[in-house]
């Protein structure tokens, strides 16, 4: 970290607090961590605890436990019997963090005392203090199903606070109510409101709370399946936190950005097919299991590679004769043949389709089959050219004649 001067620990408290905002998350805990050793050199016991709090913040980012029960630990000792002494950010800190571990009615506990001691607070400082306590207890009522109580706090927050003096508060109320309509299923609503948080946190250049808004963006389109958006909104993050030390740093968002990658990812693929374990999935059914039957997953593995193949007839089909010939190994005769792959095909369409009567995905195609134009397949797992596997798939397909 660049040196910054002879800084008080409420300077130190001050610019850690900057950097935190301007996601410089290292700097930011060096900064505490400065404040600390200051504070308990000079005997200040309130930036003691302030400087601990940040502590833990920074390590419930970073998703580091043992970090997190070495501050929680010491700021618990310090605050216990010093009621009197006890910061306000301590508190709030503390929901912090105890929100993300999802204890919310200790979170809950911690953000009324929190704004118990802001009162006490000079009015300067006092109203963007409480606004901040505000906005955190409207996350709490909505975290534990408080809807309409989350709803019209922030509205309130949003009218009373004043967006260019009170850091990110509104910001953060335009992102619950955000939450709010996404959990409604009104996604244009929901974008209305991340739109707002959006502006009120590039105007006071908060890009901590910025990538949140990335992150809610990300779900949204998701859920709009307009993937590509989706998708870019994630990149985009994996940008601003994968860079050296920040991978760690932001250890927290990352998580829930991969959690939504998976679910992006799962959500792409109309059918997903996993050989491994032999199972499949798909949007109607959910996952599917089939045991044994190797010859279905041969069969559904020719006809994916027929349906990502590049050719004149893009997406095309198998022809019973090549069906034949891949997955049994043998010269197709209609005579002898054509009952067998009836079956398994019927069979495959009993476990995929949602109505096997007007099949959506395993259709008929000139003198074989193919998968539906434009359907969406993700295969995972090897597939079935060694002969092992060739051996036990025809001993299942003897006994599936």
Known sequence: ??????????????FAQL??????????REAYEA????????????????????????????????????????LSAHMNGNDAEVPA????????????????????????????????????????????GWVMLAMLLWNRGH?????????????RFDDSKHRGATGLAFLVLGNICESSRDFDGALGWYHRAHGSFLKQHHWYYY??????????????????QARLYLDLLD???????????????????????LKLDQDTVDVAIDSRQCILETREKGVISIGKQYVLLHILEEL??????????????LSKAEIIRKVWKDKYRPEAHDNKLYYNINRLRKLIEPDIRKPKYLLNWKDGYRLAPGLRVRWVGGGFGSSSTHEKNQGNSNASR
């Open 89 to 132: 950010m301590a508190w709030y800190c503390r929901g912090v963090v105890s929100r993300r571990q999802n204890r919310w009615i200790e979170a809950q506990r911690s953000v009324h005392r929190y704004l118990k001691e802001v009162r006490k607070l000079p009015a300067s400082h006092s109203e963007d203090a409480e606004s901040r």
């Open 211 to 228: 990538l949140y808004v990335l992150y809610a963006y990300a779900r949204v389109y998701r859920m709009q399946e307009n993937f590509t």
């Open 35 to 74: 404040a600390l050793k200051l504070a308990k050199r000079t005997g200040d016991s309130s930036g003691m605890m302030e400087a601990l709090s940040g502590l833990l913040r920074s390590a419930s980012d970073a998703l580091d436990s043992v970090a997190s029960e070495r501050w929680e630990r010491e």
């Open 1 to 14: 970290m660049a040196q910054v001067g002879s800084l008080t620990v409420k300077g130190w408290l001050q």
């Open 304 to 317: 994916v590679h027929a349906h990502r193949a590049e050719s004149e007839e893009h997406e095309r089909g």
């Open 239 to 261: 940008q601003a936190t994968d860079n050296g030390t920040l991978a760690s740093d932001f250890a927290y968002l990352r998580r829930e950005v991969e959690s939504e990658r």
């Open 19 to 28: 950097r935190y905002e301007k996601c410089e998350l290292g700097e930011a």
């Open 147 to 159: 809807k309409r109580r989350a709803e019209w706090l922030c509205h309130w927050i949003a009218q």
